[in-house]
């Protein structure tokens, strides 16, 4: 005869049995996951930064995370349509431009500063002692912008731009594509350009800081001559077509973190940031009309 002690027991492995098969069903479905990252330094710090936070997630999902620098920002956008990137980091602009473009993805954590905001700044530097004073004083000079689908490397810029009644490619001498947010600072400091727009949280925290701190730049050599509105901070990303018991797990794995591995964050930003928090797709719709305002303007150009 069943008791009510037996009927638990046979209800707890039966449980414990599909818990078991739900996650060998997405270790045989993805073996291995790739994390991809935007180029926003260079591939040496990005892979010194993240490799701990790789470890940490290889042990807590139970199947190896890979991770993979992406070439240009688009390029990340693209492994996640064709689903070749089970999870990314993103500008918030970049996943703005995988949301409007249809691809499959699903924000799940955001970055949060160490004052507790979500938020940054685009900025325009100049070098200290340059003549400088205004974008207006930059009329037929170079100026470096990061990657087309960068944030504040160059849709708020040509958002704020127009809005000054400025057409870049009209005003200023030259606009070039660094690549990435280093690539423009340096091109500021060996001469390409003379002013270079970037990210910078506040005076603790930018990209120009973190180059300083890796012997790349000085802060002190630059001046900020414009500072945007803020912007949402960057999101991470997984696919939305990924099992929900991957995507819990994935969740559960960075939201626990401070906890179960606070070294591999604290490499990440350097003790420059709080703990991830929740987002969701929502949180990006001011950043896609931003985009969708700045396709508009290069088909008027056209």
């Known amino acids: ?147 087309p689908n960068s944030t504040s490397g160059n849709n708020v810029p040509r958002y704020a731009l127009s809005k000054m009644g400025i057409k870049p490619d009209e005003y200023f001498g030259k606009v070039v594509y660094a690549g990435s947010h280093e690539n423009a600072v340096l091109g500021v400091q060996q001469g390409t350009c003379d002013a270079a727009f970037n990210w910078w949280n506040d005076d603790q925290e930018s990209a120009l800081r973190r180059m300083e701190r890796k012997g790349m730049a000085k802060y002190d050599d630059y001046r900020i001559i414009y500072k945007s509105d803020l912007i949402v901070n960057s999101p991470y990303a997984y696919l939305a077509t990924l099992p929900a018991d991957l995507k819990a797990k994935i969740r559960d794995a960075f939201f626990s973190i401070e906890k179960n591995d606070k070294a591999a964050f604290d490499k990440i930003y350097e003790g420059k940031s709080q703990m991830w928090q929740p987002v969701d797709n929502e949180a990006y719709t001011p950043v896609v009309e931003l985009i969708t305002f700045v396709d508009n303007l290069r088909k008027q150009k056209n």
């Open 1 to 147: 005869m069943l008791n009510r002690r037996t009927l638990i027991a046979a209800a707890a492995a039966l449980a414990f049995s599909a818990g078991a098969a739900a996650a060998q069903d997405y270790k045989a479905k993805y073996p291995e996951l790739t994390f991809a990252f935007i180029p926003a330094e260079n591939a040496t710090g990005v892979t010194e930064r993240y490799a701990p936070l790789m470890a940490y997630l290889t042990k807590e999902l139970g199947v190896p995370v890979t991770l993979r620098i992406a070439n240009d920002y688009a390029a990340v956008i693209e492994g996640q349509r064709a689903g070749n990137i089970q999870l990314a980091y993103y500008g918030p602009a970049a996943f703005a431009r995988a949301l409007k473009t249809g691809a499959p993805v699903e924000a799940f954590a955001i970055e949060v500063n160490a004052d507790g905001t979500k938020g940054y700044h685009s900025v325009l530097y100049v070098k200290k002692d340059s003549p400088y004073k205004t974008v207006e004083d930059l009329k037929g000079k170079n100026i470096c912008l990061v990657d």
